[in-house]
T-cell receptor, first 113, second 113 residues
Framework: QQQVKQSPQSLIVQKGGISIINCAYE??????FPWYQQFPGKGPALLIA?????SEKKEGRFTISFNKSAKQFSLHIMDSQPGDSATYFC????????????FGTGTSLTVIP | KAGVTQTPRYLIKTRGQQVTLSCSPI?????VSWYQQTPGQGLQFLFE???????NKGNFPGRFSGRQFSNSRSEMNVSTLELGDSALYLC????????????FGNGTRLTVT
């Protein structure tokens, strides 16, 4: 059972546009929701993270929106750039399970110049 | 500060063989986790070690095992390799115990023929 469902699988956006990636989770006990960015040949790198007591978190061009009642959270990339072309993973974890994270299946983002 | 180092980067093995992968975490990080990454499945949690003790284990068969040494370095072993074990194996370290960001290495690409 996929605990975190991610969509879309792939996304093509024009330079300067907004990229939106959505995730939904099952377990209401999840209390930490990070997003990771992965470039080919590299391991994932933490992009931004949010806890469920906050509805939105912004860092530069990247924003997480969190809807606790709907059990959904999304990543918005404003003013998308070709350098943002990468695979993005959402994840969720439970405080009392240590560092076990449940990842979405990933979204391949291509930003066209 | 050096990042997470995984060796080797690439491995080709034959069905039935066994393999050992190595991970050196970031200095000062005591938690080491292992993930299997395959296309379409995203990242699947294998296990986590903290202070030489396995704290969490994912839903993988007993052929997958690991250990952590006193210097926090970790190894992962897969015995009786199957074709389906072909994947990118990622190691991640973190500084604290709960909900600390994961810092990933660039992975070991295992191909089983």
């Amino acid at each position: 059972q996929q605990q975190v469902k991610q969509s879309p699988q792939s996304l093509i956006v024009q330079k300067g546009g907004i990229s939106i990636i959505n995730c939904a989770y099952e377990n209401t006990a999840f209390d930490y929701f990070p997003w990771y960015q992965q470039f080919p040949g590299k391991g994932p790198a933490l992009l931004i993270a949010i806890r469920p007591d906050v509805s939105e978190k912004k860092e530069g061009r990247f924003t997480i929106s969190f809807n606790k009642s709907a059990k959904q959270f999304s990543l918005h990339i404003m003013d998308s750039q070709p350098g943002d072309s990468a695979t993005y993973f959402c994840a969720a974890s439970l405080t009392n399970t240590g560092n076990q994270f449940y990842f979405g299946t990933g979204t391949s983002l291509t930003v066209i110049p | 500060k050096a990042g997470v180092t995984q060796t080797p980067r690439y491995l080709i093995k034959t069905r039935g063989q066994q393999v050992t992968l190595s991970c050196s975490p970031i200095s000062g990080h005591r938690s080491v986790s292992w993930y299997q990454q395959t296309p379409g499945q995203g990242l699947q949690f294998l296990f986590e070690y903290f202070s030489e003790t396995q704290r969490n284990k994912g839903n993988f068969p007993g052929r997958f095992s690991g250990r952590q040494f006193s210097n926090s370095r970790s190894e992962m072993n897969v015995s009786t390799l199957e074709l389906g074990d072909s994947a990118l194996y990622l190691c991640a370290s973190s500084v604290d115990t709960y909900n600390s960001p994961l810092h990933f290495g660039n992975g070991t690409r295992l191909t089983v023929t």
